[in-house]
């Protein structure tokens, strides 16, 4: 059985950083695609940041140069460190596995629970 | 950057069948395949259609997908509605190599 489970999340000030993890397990996750997907308190989902299998890296405009996103194949393991937070980040954060279907299209087909993050003073 | 834009809240009467759209900024709606997601409250996303108008195993025929050209927009129609299908619904798309989710829609049945 596919599980992701993240971790990580809490009350941070402006200004501050935050680790998150995603703990995968139930498939090879070496070979999968990932992302984090974050949502507001009753707003809607907003694409953060993606890795591919061979490491490569994409961000969204607005966390480009605070977030960095890494993974730990060894460790069956997804991460997103998060500096210089702002209000704006607060947030459920979610992994997400993707599933590919014909060029290049793709699903996310897995989600974990999500942690949440919370930016005040 | 290209925005997929979504009608705030729909309601209908169970039994009944409700169209929620998902409509591009710019461009073709066409160039890339729509997905949709099913957000009940306080759980993850579900995938209920891929590619325009494919079903995950598991997501019943009254779910289905469509796109039109000349709106350039997409479509997740839900028909024989139940009280279980009460959720947010999201469409999400791509631009270039960033992904694009709607602002979703929250159906309401009634």
């Known amino acids: 059985e596919v599980q992701l489970v993240e971790s990580g999340g809490g009350l941070v000030q402006p200004g501050g950083s935050l680790r998150l993890s995603c703990a995968a397990s139930?498939?090879?996750?070496?070979?999968?695609?990932m992302h984090w997907v974050r949502q507001a308190t009753g707003k809607g989902l907003e694409w953060v940041s993606l890795i591919g299998s061979a490491g490569d890296t994409y961000y969204a405009n607005s966390v480009k140069g605070r977030f960095t996103i890494s993974r730990e194949n060894a460790k069956n393991s997804l991460y997103l460190q998060m500096n210089n937070l702002r209000a704006g980040d607060t947030a459920v954060y979610y992994c997400a596995r993707v599933r590919y279907f014909g060029s290049g299209s793709y699903y996310f087909d897995y989600w974990g629970q999500g942690t949440l993050v919370t930016v005040s003073s | 950057n290209f925005m997929l834009t979504q009608p705030h809240s729909v309601s209908e009467s169970p039994g009944k069948t409700v169209t929620i759209s998902c409509t591009g900024s710019s461009g073709s709606i066409a160039s890339n395949y729509v997905q949709w997601y099913q957000q009940r409250p306080g759980s993850a996303p579900t995938t209920v259609i891929f590619e325009d108008n494919q079903r995950p195993s598991g997501v019943p025929d009254r779910f289905s997908g469509s796109i039109d050209r000349s709106s350039n927009s997409a479509s997740l129609t839900i028909s024989g509605l139940k009280t279980e299908d009460e959720a947010d619904y999201y469409c999400?798309?791509?631009?270039?190599?960033?992904?694009?989710f709607g602002g979703g829609t929250k159906l309401t049945v009634l």
């Open positions: 999400q798309s791509f631009d270039s190599t960033n992904v694009v």
């Open positions: 139930g498939f090879t996750f070496s070979n999968y695609d």
